[in-house]
């Protein structure tokens, strides 16, 4: 069974990094496509960045430029790198693994596991 694990969250200043982990475990293809998506109080789950299988990454209106996707195959890890930190990126941020086909990624339906979430809160 595929399971995933968030880490790195926490508080941070505005203008400040955070890197947030996703560990993998359950996975027979290291090499899967996977996404980051994040949920504040009150608002619908955002798909904020997706990495194609093939290294490729694609990244919400709202982050790029400031957050980067990056793998580690041999820890089977998924990283969310988090520059110039605004109070607006606070958030429950989530790790999606295992996409669907036949529909674009950055719909929740789309994704067929989930991880439990990891805290950011960011102050101004």
């Known amino acids: 069974q595929v399971q995933l694990a968030e880490s790195g969250g926490g508080s941070g200043q505005a203008g400040g990094s955070l890197t947030l982990s996703c560990a993998a475990s359950?996975?027979?293809?290291?090499?899967?496509?996977m996404a980051w998506f994040r949920q504040a109080p009150g608002k619908g789950r955002e798909a904020i960045g997706y990495?194609?299988?093939?290294?490729?990454?694609i990244y919400s209106d709202a982050v790029r430029g400031r957050f980067t996707i990056s793998r580690d195959n041999a820890e089977n890890t998924v990283y969310l790198q988090m520059n110039n930190l605004k109070p607006k990126d606070s958030a429950m941020y989530y790790c999606?693994?295992?996409?669907?086909?036949?529909?674009?990624?950055?719909?929740?339906?789309?994704?067929?596991?989930w991880g439990r979430g990891t805290q950011v809160t960011v102050s101004s």
């Open positions: 359950g996975y027979t293809d290291r090499r899967k496509s």
């Open positions: 999606a693994a295992d996409r669907k086909t036949g529909g674009v990624w950055y719909l929740q339906k789309m994704w067929n596991y």
């Open positions: 990495l194609h299988s093939s290294g490729t990454a």
